[in-house]
């Protein structure tokens, strides 16, 4: 699965599983726009993804501030001329039992996870279907289909992100657009690594194949939705989870 010349845009994509997927897009020989809230590490992803040979441009970008995503997308079209693959990645935690969340910490995920993923589509969408293609991947998760204890706001976005993603696919298809999403499991990160292992064990009795996933699985996924494979394929969400939940 080949992206030669293609321009791809990947929220979140300083550190984590953006990262990953970025990696995974640069090396079948994608160009990668890495934007992030943190601009200082998402020149320093950039300029690792050179060693794979890509041509690179790292952005700040806060995804729940439109005018700033607008405006990002507009520097974007500037210097790499076009946008053909959008992964909506950029996403945050604030958890808490529901009795006990506070507004913030609701619309702090909702404002991030959900809306997020609607100001940065809109602004790429309008430039995808001038061009008359283009695959846009929004990464879910589990708990959005399944729903999670402490977890109300995340798993309200995630749910959020899937029936954007299945609207926006009924909408953007006759330009050529595909939209589809991915819902991981539990992904060996920096936040699950924290989690205390008699929690780990419990987590990994619920999933069939008795182990976390890895970052490179979701990459991986996201590189088929990404390629010429996939071009058959939107509306869809694609499961990376160990058979946790079918």
Known sequence: MHLKDKVALITGAAQGIGKSIAET???AGANIVVADINLELAAQTADELKKLGAKTMAIKMNVAEKTEVENAVKQIKEQMEKIDILVNNAGITKDSLFIRMKKEAWDAVININLTGVFNVSQAVAIL??????????NIASIVGEMGNVGQANYSASKAGVIGLTKTLARELAPRGVTVNAIAPGFIKTAMTDKIPEDVKNKMLEQIPLKKLGEPEDVAAATLFLASNAADYITGQVVNVNGGMYM
């Open 128 to 137: 995808m279907m001038k061009q008359r293609s283009g695959k846009i991947i």
């Open 25 to 27: 897009l640069a090396s």
